[in-house]
Nanobody, 119 residues
Framework: QVRLEESGGGLVQPGGSLRLSCAAS????????MSWYQQTPGNERDLVASISSLGRIKYADSEKGRFTISRDNAKNTAYLQMDNLKPEDTAVYYC?????????????WGQGTQVTVSW
């Protein structure tokens, strides 16, 4: 049974911070690339940030300088530190794990955690 479980979402005022966690019940976590996606009602799920199995990091332009992705392989957990939050950051945030095994792409999604930025 493979599962990704997000936590840490909630209500925060503009300019505030949240730290999202993604706990992965998956074998060989260290070989997976981990990503955070953002989705609002009626829109597609968009990549926010990713960190590869080697620790290489990419960010979407809109989040650069405000969000920080990290991972702790000993804890099978990925994180998204969200600072200086804006109302437009309000969305459901999903954790994603990816690994290529031979010619097969392996993908797992979490259930998502709600982030609401509002006065």
């Amino acid at each position: 049974q493979v599962r990704l479980e997000e936590s840490g979402g909630g209500l925060v005022q503009p300019g505030g911070s949240l730290r999202l966690s993604c706990a992965a019940s998956v074998r060989d976590f260290q070989y997976y690339s981990m990503s955070w996606y953002q989705q609002t009602p009626g829109n597609e799920r968009d990549l926010v940030a990713s960190i590869s199995s080697l620790g290489r990091i990419k960010y979407a332009d809109s989040e650069k300088g405000r969000f920080t992705i990290s991972r702790d392989n000993a804890k099978n957990t990925a994180y998204l530190q969200m600072d200086n939050l804006k109302p437009e950051d309000t969305a459901v945030y999903y954790c994603h794990a990816y690994r290529r095994v031979g010619t097969t792409d392996v993908n797992y999604w979490g259930q998502g955690t709600q982030v609401t930025v509002s006065w």
